[in-house]
């Protein structure tokens, strides 16, 4: 069974920055495919940022220039590097896995993310 464990998050002033982590357990397929979402109180679930098995990156227009998606295979951990945070990036923050696109998803139970006015 893979596992899917965030961690990072906590209360923040705007501005501030925060780094999360996703660490995926070892699995016999590779969960290469990794995205960022998040999800506000009364509010849908929505992608952040992602990396590919190639290592190709895609972020939310809202996020572009703020967040960093990156890896570290031999920690099987991708990170979300958060900077100039505002009120508005609010939200529970999950990471998915997958290994490949049309693979079905595994999730980790979300890392709660406040960013203070």
């Known amino acids: 069974q893979v596992q899917v464990v965030e961690s990072g998050g906590g209360l923040v002033e705007t501005g501030g920055s925060l780094i999360l982590s996703c660490t995926v357990s070892r699995s016999k397929a590779r969960m290469n495919n990794i995205a960022w979402y998040r999800q506000a109180p009364g509010k849908q679930r929505d992608l952040v940022a992602s990396i590919s098995s190639a290592d190709s990156i895609t972020y939310a227009d809202s996020v572009k220039g703020r967040f960093t998606i990156s890896r570290d295979n031999g920690k099987n951990t991708v990170y979300l590097q958060m900077e100039s945070l505002k009120p508005e990036d609010t939200a529970v923050y999950y990471c998915?896995?997958?290994?490949?696109?049309?693979?079905?998803?595994?999730w980790g139970q979300g890392t709660q993310v406040t960013v203070s006015s």
């Open positions: 998915s896995a997958r290994s490949t696109p049309w693979s079905p998803s595994y």
